[in-house]
């Protein structure tokens, strides 16, 4: 009876003992991720306002360009990473290279576990990438890698016709885009898309899977998947000249084009001496004219022929004007879009 008393009661200090080290160790949280942000663009600031409202990191530092001459006066702007940075009264660091010594000591000294990069614009060399001791940097990239690489993957995506694109967070080395992929999102390119309305698209995406990238990170779940070399494209930045429309394309090529560079650099095409800026089209049904060649204008459009099919443009912008219905332009530029009428760039 007393050996029974005695083991009963030893066996109540073993589950005391083990109920007591589960709550000890359920009240341990664990310690924040020290982040360093580094991104430049309204696309980035979203990312950056993702990880403020998230309790499981402290953001020691923001990175983001220079500030550069925007507007008519050129007066030098902020990014908008760098205002909402700002707001939070997060320390702002805009080197104009990380190259040199003295930068990269500044961003060691923060002593992060982790940089988070999106779309920054600046090269990272291998003493960055190699800075956050515990996790390196990691990318949040406009596309499902390894489609996509490089500085325009969400225009490049629109512009090619593609029917769906993503957020790809992965691992940054040294390579353009080449690192190991730790998440991917993935959502449907619709047939309205434009570079404006997919950014916030890949925004909404981009948001949650890098939280849970961070948090698989710190729980050492994560499961880097190394990148298919056979499928990369390369997403060049977007040069101005693109904007101009040949029209002996096809009328679904333009029309691509058109939501690929809305908000910029935005499409155009010359007609008489006038540029006007293309902000919206519809690709229509073939007709019987030389490319380029007005083919009907009214409320509903002003129809062009293409190399293939027509295209009909519904929101447009003269030069020095707002961006308008085709049917409000019309009202005081009959003469100008009046059926036969050719642009240039045909």
């Known amino acids: 009876m007393v050996i029974s008393t005695i083991v009963l009661a030893f ?63 050129k007066k030098l702007s902020a990014s908008p990473v760098k205002e909402l940075a700002q ?75 593609d029917s769906e694109t993503g957020v790809t967070i992965m691992q940054m080395d040294e390579g353009l885009d080449t690192g190991a992929m730790l998440t991917i999102a993935r959502c449907a390119i619709a047939s309205d898309d434009t570079t404006a309305s997919l950014y916030k698209k890949l925004a909404a995406l981009g948001a949650p899977s890098l939280i849970a990238t961070l948090q698989a990170l710190a729980q050492g779940t994560a499961q880097p998947e190394t990148q298919d070399e056979s499928r990369t494209c390369y997403a060049k930045k977007i040069d101005k000249q693109e904007a101009a429309l040949n029209w002996q394309l096809s009328a679904d090529e333009l029309d691509r084009q058109i939501r690929a560079f809305n908000p910029e650099p935005i499409a155009h095409a010359t007609l008489g001496e006038q540029r006007i800026k293309i902000y919206r089209a519809q690709p229509g049904a073939a007709v019987a004219a030389a490319p380029g060649t007005i083919v009907s204008a009214g409320a509903k459009g002003i129809e062009v022929a293409c190399g293939e099919g027509s295209l009909r443009i519904l929101d447009l912008q003269m030069p020095g004007g707002k961006v308008l219905r085709s049917g409000q332009v019309l009202n005081g530029h009959a003469e100008l879009f009046k059926p036969g009428n050719r642009f240039d760039h045909a």
């Open 11 to 73: 066996i109540a200090f073993l589950w005391f003992v083990w109920r007591h080290f589960r709550k000890t160790k359920k009240a341990t949280p664990q310690a924040p991720l020290r982040i360093v942000f580094a991104g430049t663009p309204t696309f980035a600031a979203d990312h950056l306002q993702a990880l403020l409202n998230w309790p499981g990191c402290e953001v020691v530092g923001v990175y983001t360009q220079p500030d550069r001459p925007a507007g008519r006066g």
């Open 87 to 161: 707001q939070h009264q997060l320390p702002v660091y805009q080197p104009a290279s990380l190259r040199n010594a003295e930068a990269q000591a500044e961003l060691q000294a923060l002593q992060a576990d982790v940089m988070v990069v999106v779309a920054y614009g600046l090269i990272l060399p291998t003493q960055v990438l190699t800075a956050p001791k515990k996790f390196g940097c990691i990318n949040v990239h406009g596309s499902i890698l390894p489609r996509w690489r490089g500085a325009a993957p969400i225009q490049r995506a629109i512009e090619f016709g």
